[in-house]
């Protein structure tokens, strides 16, 4: 049985604790956050302990084998480091971080300290995206040659607004879409050139759109479309090859809605796509990556696998910023 800690309470680890809530084999050792009174209404909820430091926890409890890091980006590298120093294998939220720089000090770091690092890329385990990429691999619709993926929802209203603080978190580009570039990575390897345009710095942040073009290296070409500015979440995607479409649209089973920006007031916390399974997406990541530290075997998506969407990321980020092609 493995003990687990999850540091933050807010809604990436209220989804986590409740994860791990549900699993059997797995013990939830308690819950970390500087605001006592989020950590502890979390940990009655989900029935284990509130602390305000992991320091704290860690010399409370008798045993932690992994922690779980679902603070804000800008925190991510200070929680795993330390987590890597008290030698417990860790599992971080996207993005992996910040900037690049300190992506690969966390991954060095975790490596010399001989513990595993895992991070949350979590549409790797939809369903829908891996049916998708299946299809992909049966030569179903011939080789792909164009594809266009969407991803939109309110802006997410986070602790002291850090969502909106582009330096804290980076924007949409590298806080929402990154799901996109690693999923596309995933079914079409190395990305060669990318081109965006955006809102980013001409608008505030709840009304943040990009539009990123990809070109891989085996030629296909992707656009990636990501927005704060809707009413609800959805995502889709189309794949488009010689002999075929393969399409999903979340959206779908609403066609028609209307809603009045007024009475808007921004989501409280990231918005978390919605699964009609019994053991969600997050569930199976989460119990994925426990698995892989009990079996001593390779993730679906390694650190090595988040870095590279992170550079994706800063490359769409720079091209808006300077208007020209970002080669990788």
Known sequence: MLHVLVIGAGTMGKVHS????????VRLA????????QAGRLASQVGTLPFTSIDEALKTLDRVDVIDVCVPTYLHKQ??????????HVICEKPLARNL?????MIRYCKDKNVKLFVGHVIRFFPEYINAKRLLEQNTIGPAAVVRTSRGGPFPVGWNNWYGDFALSGGLTLDLIIHDFDYLRWCFGEVERVYAKGLQGRISAPLDYALVTLRFKNGV??????TWAHST?????????????????SAKEQPLAVFSRAEQTGSRGVAIPESPLKENPYYLE????LSCIEQDKKPVVTAEDAYEAMR?????TESMKTGKLVSL
Request: proline fraction near 0%; charged fraction near 25%; glycine fraction near 8%.
């Open 221 to 226: 070409i992707a656009h990636v479309e990501g």
């Open 312 to 316: 994706i990321s800063l490359a769409a």
């Open 18 to 25: 409740q994860a791990y809530a549900a699993m059997e084999n």
């Open 30 to 37: 308690g819950i970390v956050d500087i605001r006592a009174d």
């Open 101 to 105: 720089k300190d992506a690969q000090e």
């Open 286 to 289: 989460l119990k994925h990556f």
């Open 79 to 88: 929680y795993v480091l330390k987590a890597a120093d008290s030698g417990k």
């Open 233 to 249: 979440f959805s995502m889709k995607f189309e794949m488009a090859g010689k002999s075929g479409i393969i399409e999903y649209d």
